[in-house]
């Protein structure tokens, strides 16, 4: 009977303990930013027009001068990993919660904001650029704000004919005499995941180390991701000459809104899908 | 008795549980029995899990004509698909809401029951995921799945057909695609005089049989079965729309050696059907002929039929004319309401 007391004492005691510890220091969750840093190597890029004297100009490997007016993608399917390699997924199956187009004429778009994740040390990130084919329906009745967001006339990121959203939407000009270059990504298969029965999927899985842990409890993490868009023509797998006109080759414009061209530029800033995870992305630092 | 009352709302539990994937058959609404005509190509599998019914045909055909499908209530699918061109129309590329120029020519409403592949780049496999293209197209429809139900709820004739249709008066996304393209599938075209000859209560004139047998001899090979189309995809070195969002199937799959191959088109109704291409590059069938007489354009992926023949198919004068009173031959005057 007197152990029992004194169990019972113990318990309440502990009990104590572990509410005064979790109320003071550590909640169960905090929020983790993700801002997208859309560089140039280093320089962060500046929209502009052909005549615009600030839009940031980078010359690729093939030795063309290039810049960008407009800059979009979507991200969606963001996975953290705790350091003892616990996934923790962020609304991966809720395009209205879990995905996001980063625009880079709109500022707010390019810092998004992950609520209620759980307390930990995060070391690695997992995203997807472009959405997975699963969720790639356009279906406005399970998650209508994404589908009203990427159809908005300021984003334009639907992809009607191929009952898809776009993945990336990138316009620009090219060359010293600024010929217009538009290039546009998305998924056009058909059938199920792993019996796909024709088309090209453009989605990519995105995996980053992180180089310290983001600390997720008290304080807020935020995490710095640079993505770097001189990759679009100069990259790993795809050292891209733009040239336009009609035929099979041309790739700037016309025929970049068709599967055609489109596999190499998304290979190029989304990684192969096999033994590239990283593509034009990594991650600068986090600030904990 | 009284076991048998008690176990009732559970066999009901578990029927609805294991309905909870596909539209149950709602017993009041018969399917309707289709004629598969002889010689007709296997229906498309999708067929089989969305068969026609007497209401959900219907409603279909009402969806079909409904123009508040439209951001401005001017067009419905019947404003480009229209029963006197075979479900197609006459403009050389389809014209949207506010007067916007689509990508393609219209392609006809027939026989879609027996394809494969849907559009001219074969982008859909099944009817049911085409009517939102259009729907939410800027060039065609310019709305949204979710916009059109706002506007179509209320209205008594639709709840009423909902409800024979499906067993509720609920207006879902999926029931009105599976709708229309119930409709769709009712739309067979297996009556012209073509038909008649093979079911021996025709005979072919004599220009008629001269057409067929150079049909048979230098078109056949593309435009077999009785839909008149093998549904492969060619290049066929017609003249080429510079649209950037034009590559013909490659746009779908990727791939290079498809590139601006389009799905070879059925010939039924053809006299119907005018003009002629993928956007409309030919005014009259004389025009496509002469094309083919005279040479097309040189690409590297040029179907053989033409790479091998130096670039063309040689036709003399008489033998387009015949071809084309053959052509005539495929025209259904019951389905077109001629």
């Known amino acids: 009977m007197k152990n029992l007391k004194k169990y019972l004492l113990l318990s309440a005691v502990s009990l104590a303990f572990v509410s005064c510890s979790s109320d003071d220091d550590a909640p169960v969750a905090n929020n983790v930013t993700l801002s997208f840093k859309n560089t140039f190597g280093d320089t962060e890029i500046v929209l502009g027009g052909a005549t615009s004297s600030t839009a940031s100009v980078n010359t690729s490997d093939a030795g063309q001068v290039h810049r960008f007016s407009e800059l979009k993608y979507v991200i969606s399917n963001i996975r953290l990993v705790k350091a003892d390699g616990t996934e923790v997924p962020y609304n991966v199956n809720d395009l209205d919660k879990g995905a996001t187009v980063v625009n880079h004429a709109n500022p707010s778009t390019l810092n998004y904001v992950m609520s209620n994740i759980p307390t930990g040390e995060y070391k690695q990130i997992k995203l997807g650029l472009g959405v997975r084919s699963d969720l790639n329906t356009l279906d406005q009745t399970r998650f209508p704000n994404f589908y009203a967001t990427a159809g908005a006339n300021d984003t334009e990121m639907m992809w009607e004919w191929g009952t898809g959203y776009r993945f990336t939407k990138i316009e620009g000009f090219y060359d010293t005499d600024n010929k217009q270059m538009s290039i546009h990504t998305g998924s056009t298969v058909e059938g199920s995941e792993g019996s796909y029965t024709q088309g090209v999927d453009a989605y990519r899985n995105i995996v980053l180390d992180l180089p310290q842990n983001a600390v997720v409890g008290s304080k807020a993490p935020k995490i710095n991701i640079k993505a770097d868009f001189d990759k679009l023509l100069s990259g790993a797998y795809n050292t891209i000459t733009l ?46 | 008795m009284k076991v048998f009352l008690k176990i009732l709302p559970i066999l009901f539990l578990l029927v609805s549980c294991s309905n909870d994937d596909y539209e149950p058959l709602y017993t009041n609404n018969p399917e309707l029995s289709i004629n598969i005509p002889v ?150 075209s297996d009556n012209s005089k073509y038909d008649k000859v093979k079911r021996n209560e025709a005979t072919f004139t004599e220009n008629e049989m001269q057409g067929y047998q150079v049909f048979q001899q230098k078109c056949a090979s593309c435009h077999s079965t009785e839909l008149f189309t093998d549904q492969s995809f060619r290049n066929i070195g017609f003249p080429i729309n510079t649209n950037s969002n034009e590559a013909g199937r490659a746009r779908v799959t990727g791939n290079m050696d498809e590139y601006m191959s389009f799905r070879v088109p059925s010939l039924r109704n053809v006299e119907y059907t005018a003009p002629y291409g993928s956007f409309g590059q030919f005014t009259t069938l004389k025009d496509v002929l002469d094309y083919f007489d005279n040479g097309v354009i040189e690409a590297d992926n040029l179907d053989p039929v033409f790479k091998n023949n130096g670039n063309r198919i040689p036709l003399t004068e008489q033998e387009k004319e015949h071809l084309i009173s053959f052509m005539k031959t495929l025209s259904d005057v019951e389905f077109t309401g001629h």
């Open chain 1, 243 to 288: 040239s336009t006109g009609t035929g099979m080759g041309d790739n700037a414009t016309p025929n970049i809104h068709t599967a055609v061209q489109m596999v190499k530029f998304v290979d190029n800033i989304g990684g192969n899908g096999t033994t590239d995870n990283k593509g034009m992305f990594s991650v600068l630092n986090v600030e904990n």
């Open chain 2, 39 to 188: 010689g007709f190509p296997q229906v498309n599998n999708s067929f089989y899990t969305n068969k026609p019914t007497k209401y959900g045909v219907a409603l279909g055909e009402k969806l079909f004509h409904e123009k508040r499908f439209s951001a401005d209530n001017t067009i419905s699918c019947a404003s480009c698909h229209i029963q006197s061109s075979a479900f197609a129309d006459n403009n050389v590329q389809a014209i949207g809401i506010e007067g916007r120029i689509g990508l393609r020519n219209t392609p006809p409403i027939q026989n879609l029951a027996f394809m494969r592949f849907y559009n001219w780049d074969g982008s859909k496999l099944s009817l049911e995921n085409q009517p939102i293209v259009p729907i939410i197209t800027h060039e065609e429809m310019d709305s949204s799945i979710l916009e059109v139900i706002g506007k179509i709820q209320n209205d008594a004739a639709y709840k009423e057909l909902f409800q024979k249709t499906f067993g509720d008066e609920n207006i879902t996304p999926e029931r009105i695609y599976r709708s229309i393209a119930q409709y769709e599938y009712t739309l067979i």
